[in-house]
């Protein structure tokens, strides 16, 4: 039973040592620089997303233990971008989290803190301002964001989300608390989160919330679990009373889920906790297509418009619908010979993005569809201009030749 303690303390208290020196992988660049607030070096990897809209501008996804999580993060926030928003990912590499990620200073406990944790524990408030002051400002002054941001940690990481979010609500938009270690001295901010959240006035924020399945002895179910007392389900026991407790006491401008991972334990949980979490922000943010497939006289400018209006009161600030997804929209109204539905959609996209040889050419196919031969022209010249393709110019010279 104590070796299963133990494994179970490992996820809490240490990432995995490397024999080689960290460095970043191909997916982002590594950025090094001296923190007046900690006083010393820092590090952190950034993904800026592929895009081929000019000036795009990206929320923000600050991962904590970055060098264990920014790999999977960029993989998992890339296959999903149109679904959701392309984010720039921020992995924030550990000097030492023990100190960082905890807002109190503990003394040891026999099997649970260990001596070294315990002596250097306390300097989450430290850490927070270092994010506050320096680490924010730096990648918003060297990078096209937006001001949406989200912080995602894991354990200890957890632990610091949540006391961000109580003592710094407005510092994010959206909260990943991944199977938190709310145990910490005592439950000490949990108790802080219970009784300041309901009391908070802040504008609208998200909370996500995960929960892998305990380590439990043996007979005792999770059920059972939650008027247990011992340390091995002192993290279970503590982010179950967090969800109780924000059922019970319902607070103003705080959207939050939570979801429990029968099937996961503590170090598993950390991928599809953040899956799920940044699904639960955005899973209405991409437009579903699919919805209209049945609907053939629907109003898909109509639709799009209303569509991004909800998104853009929900992160904050204005989006545009990706040029790519109004392209392909009016080309469902081209091959249904619906050239007039179709201009609607390309006239928009040329005014969203009118630097855009792509979005030229495809407004001129709809008025070649339409028969008005003179507007086609000019929008493959436009297009031209702007860079278009060899069948651009193809398209021109056959409309040209046409009698």
Same mark, same amino acid.
């Given at each position: 039973?104590?070796?299963?303690? #133990? ?12 024999? *080689?020196?960290? +460095? ?23 993904? $800026? ?11 923000? $996804? ?62 989450? %408030?430290?850490?927070? *301002? ?36 109580? +003592? ?10 991944? %199977? ?15 009784? +300041? ?25 999770? #059920? ?8 091995? +389900? ?37 991928? $599809?906790? *953040?899956?799920?979490? $940044? ?106 201009? #702007?860079?278009?393709?060899? %069948?651009?110019?193809?398209?021109? *010279? ?6």
């Amino acid at each position: 039973m104590r070796k299963c303690l #133990l494994l179970l303390l490992s996820w809490l208290f240490a990432l995995s040592t490397h024999a *080689q020196p960290l +460095t970043p992988p191909a997916i982002g660049q590594a950025h090094e620089f001296y923190s007046s607030v900690l006083h010393e070096k820092r590090t952190v990897w950034v993904h $800026l997303p592929v895009t081929t809209t000019p000036h795009e501008r990206f929320p923000v $996804l600050y991962v904590l233990d970055g060098e264990r999580y920014f790999t999977s993060t960029v993989a998992m926030t890339e296959q999903l971008a149109g679904r959701w928003p392309r984010l720039l990912v921020v992995g924030i590499l550990n000097r030492n989290r023990n100190r960082d990620f905890t807002p109190t200073h503990v003394a040891p406990v026999p099997a649970f803190v260990d001596p070294a944790a315990a002596t250097v524990s306390g300097g989450g %408030d430290a850490f927070e *301002q270092f994010l506050q002051a320096e680490l924010l400002p730096r990648i918003d002054s060297l990078y096209p964001t937006t001001p949406y941001r989200i912080l995602s940690g894991h354990s200890l990481g957890g632990l610091a989300v949540v006391h961000t979010l109580v +003592t710094h609500p407005d510092l994010f938009n959206a909260y990943l608390a991944l %199977d938190p270690s709310l145990w910490w001295d005592h439950e000490q901010t949990l108790r802080t989160a219970e009784a +300041t959240l309901p009391q908070i006035h802040f504008a609208p924020k998200a909370l996500f919330i995960a929960s892998a399945q305990p380590l439990l002895p043996p007979g005792l179910d999770t #059920l059972a679990a939650q008027l247990d007392r011992s340390d091995y +389900t002192a993290l279970y026991r503590a982010v179950t009373h967090l969800t109780h407790t924000l059922r019970r006491r319902p607070t103003p401008a705080l959207h939050w889920q939570a979801k429990y991972y029968p099937a996961e334990q503590h170090g598993t949980v950390q991928l $599809l906790g *953040q899956y799920d979490g $940044l699904k639960f922000l955005f899973d209405e943010y991409g437009f579903r297509a699919s919805r209209f497939t049945f609907q053939p006289k629907a109003d898909l400018d109509s639709a799009v418009v209303a569509h991004f209006a909800r998104v853009s009161q929900q992160m904050g600030y204005p989006v545009q619908p990706d040029e790519q997804l109004l392209n392909s929209l009016g080309y469902s109204y081209l091959s249904r010979h619906q050239p007039q539905k179709a201009l609607v959609l390309f006239q928009r996209n040329v005014a969203n993005y009118p630097r855009s040889a792509n979005a030229y050419d495809s407004l001129g196919d709809a008025y070649a569809q339409q028969g008005n031969k003179r507007q086609a022209l000019a929008a493959y010249q436009q297009a031209l201009a #702007l860079g278009a393709a060899a %069948d651009t110019r193809a398209k021109l *010279q056959a409309l040209q030749t046409k009698r």
